[in-house]
């Protein structure tokens, strides 16, 4: 089979640029995966008009350093299963920049521009982000991201799982575009419940100032 063999063609402009990443819950315990970036774009994919998202590896971030307005093309594979995906696709090659959108973003928030390194996002820490304020102010945002969980039900038996997706901000504590939304719940054993409360979101961003 050919390398591009099943792939799809798309092209674009770059709407938003944020982490690719994963979270798997187990009633009071989580945990992150950090696997590239998700460019959304409005364009054409496999010749049909649209808005849709590509999952890229941090070497091709690292590489093409893709922001908000740029026009790029290339192919992808649809993603197996889009409970465990935000994008579209992934699998992505023959990636091109056809157009580089501008230098500097406008008065912040949100915050456009080249995203920074994995280990930058890991490190700062996130807090939980309205799924509403998410779709309204911050989708365009490089600190705000969709992430795709995974929780396992029962860990007696770690093939009972759910998924859904939730929304986080990575970005300055004192944004004012800022809203936590609902406190996560997360489903467990017989019918019992965890709630994620406010301090678990003060804990994982303790080392940051509020302007940071
Ligand atoms: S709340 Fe977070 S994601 Fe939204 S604009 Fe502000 S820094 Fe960006």
């Not at 979270?23 to 008009?49: I, N, P, W």
Request: hydrophobic share 30%; proline share 9%.
């Amino acid at each position: 089979m050919g390398a591009t063999e099943g792939k799809r063609p798309w092209d674009g402009e770059v709407i938003s640029v944020q982490p690719r990443t994963r979270l798997l819950r187990s009633f009071d315990e989580r945990s992150h995966s950090y696997l590239g970036y998700v460019l959304h774009l409005r364009g054409t994919l496999d010749g049909e008009a649209r808005e849709f998202a590509v999952a890229v590896g941090p070497a091709a971030q690292a590489k093409l350093e893709f922001r908000v307005g740029d026009r790029v093309s290339g192919l992808g594979v649809p993603v197996a299963d889009p409970r465990t995906e935000i994008a579209d696709l992934y699998r992505v090659s023959g990636l091109r920049v056809l157009v580089r959108g501008p230098d500097s973003a406008s008065n912040p928030p949100p915050y456009l521009g080249i995203p920074p390194t994995l280990e930058v996002y890991r490190a700062r820490g996130h807090r939980r982000l309205s799924a509403t304020t998410y779709r309204s102010r911050c989708s365009s945002c490089l600190w705000g991201c969709e992430m795709p969980v995974e929780m396992i039900i029962d860990h007696w038996n770690p093939s009972k799982k759910r998924y859904r997706t939730e929304a986080f901000c990575y970005g300055p504590k004192s944004c004012p575009f800022y809203r936590p939304g609902p406190t996560r719940k997360v489903p467990g054993r017989r019918g019992m419940t965890w709630e994620e409360a406010d301090w678990v979101d003060e804990q994982d961003t303790a080392h940051r100032g509020p302007d940071e």
